[in-house]
């Protein structure tokens, strides 16, 4: 009949090597199907953040040649206020002396009794006087010209600080970038060890 415990079944043998084989295929499968999948989890990682990150840096370099514009567009700005401010100081100073031409021909028509050379200083004094308000017709172009470029001007400061203000924050995202990425690859290395 039965004979005892100590014998070695090579049956049983057989099937415990096959069961411990199929188990260790099983955990090798598992890991290798986990390293994957942290592997493709890694990989869309890095493009989702490298498609937001091209995005940042298309920002960076819009918000730097909108820059380099209003400074182009500053720069011609105050070259043009320059050019109105003295034709402004021009046309006053032309219109100042004009005024005082025709002050000078009022106190000598003043002086004059009726005749001839008063009514030619009379008609002398009326065609100056025309070309005095024309004078001053320019002039106050001129000022509502200078008055326009300066509002111009300030609302170009704020437009460029704005942009300045949007270039400081894409920076700050791209360097924040480098940070993510370290702080990524450290839980990446963390979750193997």
Same mark, same amino acid.
């Given at each position: 009949?039965?004979?005892?415990g100590?014998?070695?079944d ?8 096959? @069961?411990?084989e199929?188990r260790?295929?099983?955990w /090798?499968?598992?890991q290798?199907?986990? %390293? &994957? *999948?942290e +592997? $493709?989890r890694a990989?869309?990682m ?14 960076k370099?819009?918000?730097?040649k ?20 003295? @034709? ?7 219109? /100042?002396?004009?005024m005082?031409?025709? %002050? &000078? *021909?009022? +106190? $000598?028509?003043?002086?004059?009794e ?20 024309k ?6 172009e ?12 300030v ?24 940070d ?8 990446e ?5």
């Open positions: 009949g039965g004979a005892g100590g014998g070695n090579p049956e049983m043998e057989r099937k415990l090597r096959e @069961l411990e199929g260790d295929a099983e /090798e499968a598992k290798r199907l986990s %390293k &994957e *999948l +592997e $493709e990989k869309n890095n493009v989702a953040i490298g498609s937001v990150i091209d995005g940042v840096k298309e920002d370099m819009k918000a730097m909108k820059i380099k514009k209003l400074q182009h567009e500053k720069k011609k700005n105050e070259e043009k206020s320059k050019k109105v401010k003295n @034709l402004y100081h021009d046309l006053k100073k032309d219109l /100042e002396g004009g005082h031409s025709y %002050k &000078e *021909l009022q +106190e $000598e028509f003043d002086k004059l009726e005749g001839d050379e008063k009514d030619k200083l009379e008609e002398s004094m009326a065609e100056l006087l025309e070309k005095i308000e004078k001053r017709g320019k002039l106050v001129a000022k509502e010209a200078l008055a326009n470029l300066k509002a111009k001007s609302s170009m400061d704020e437009e460029l600080m704005e942009a300045r203000a949007e270039l400081v924050s894409v920076a700050g995202v791209l360097s924040q970038n480098d993510l990425r370290r702080k990524i690859q450290e839980e290395r963390a979750k193997f060890e």
